[in-house]
């Protein structure tokens, strides 16, 4: 683990020192193209302990970063997701929290929507993990996710927020290829979907007020690093949408000059739980960029073409067309001012969620177009 030695800082300092530390000294050998491995081999089931939380592996990694997330889209429009962080970034170990969006109809009789953000750090005396073997089982104080037979249980207590609700698997629970890339300075990336669609059903409420239903369909997703997100990647490129029992899921990561900026991606079409197709090769080539007015470096992909090659050689095409914004997340945004300042200048995480819709043409002459969000993460202070 990278510590500073022999520096009496304190807070905020400490804070800040113990942040440009790990930004530069995990910063890794320059390595020529294709140096970084990807992901390899065919799909295969995801076993228990990719479901397993990652941090005994990663314990001694100051940039380990760790998320369970689950997204859900309600009929009549909200969209939630909650992420389950774990993390060494910072001063000390372990950190934890629970981060909840949403966008949708306020809990009142207003007919208006809105954005909220609800985000409870769970300490890690008030964390369970399971293990390596043993089903998914995260409780983050009140919040938690459970491994049932059918799919998960999530349930939520975040700042007022209440939610829970029962997932039932539709789609399979999928990594591509070994489920890990793997960078020439120890660095490694994972990731696997679970599931890539889902149904589920349950309530919600804000400050012990009138339970709501609300039922609909879901994804999720367990990824993780051992290495400051920003020293791997530039900036990634993520979709999912689905159109009745078909799910589409795309991620793309750019890496860095230093990485020889190698593209690291995957594209998966499923139905129910069949795989209809999928590619490890799968790139995005925006056709129309949009500038953030609040980080005009920032170019956000608003329409574009994610092309890829399955491993019997027939070509995959999808064409997305991003549209309303749900959330604009300035990853910063809740540190203080003066610490931006300082960080920024090496930094500048943004997350565009939007809304989007997609076509695509499956192998066999098909076309199936539905809907979903588009989310792009650029990190850089500048691309």
Known sequence: MNRIVGMPFRGPMKQIACILAT?????????????????????????AKMEASQFNRFKKNEGYFETFLVMLYAKGGTWI????????????????AVDVMRYGSTFDESPKRSFS???????????????????????FRDTSLKKTKRG??????????????ELKSVGPLWKPGNGEAKFPSGGRFGVHLMPSLATFSGRERYKNGEWKDIRGSAWGEHGY??????????????FHGRKGRYA???LELFTPEHFAKERLGYLLITKGKQVVASSLSARATPTTLKTDPKKPHHKVPFNYRIVGKTDEGETLSVDVKVGRTLAREDVLGTVPKWVQRVIKVFIQPINYFNRARFSITLPEGKTVKGSGVSLYSPMKARL
Not at 26 to 44: E, F, N, Q, R, Y
Not at 124 to 139: D, F, I, V
Request: charged share 20%.
């Open 23 to 47: 930004t530069f000294l995990c910063l890794p050998i320059v390595a020529d193209a294709g140096d970084v491995k990807p992901w390899s081999g065919k799909h295969t089931v995801v076993p």
């Open 152 to 165: 998960y249980l999530l349930t939520v207590r975040a700042r007022g927020y209440e939610l829970e609700v």
């Open 248 to 250: 589409i899921s795309f």
């Open 81 to 96: 997701q909650t992420r389950f962080i774990l993390t060494n970034v910072g001063p000390g170990d372990g950190h934890g």
């Open 225 to 238: 690093t051992n290495m400051m997100a920003n020293v791997l990647s530039d900036r990634f490129l993520r």
């Open 117 to 139: 953000r609800y985000i409870d750090k769970v300490e890690a005396k008030a964390r369970t993990l399971s293990s390596t073997g043993q089903p998914l089982n995260l409780t």
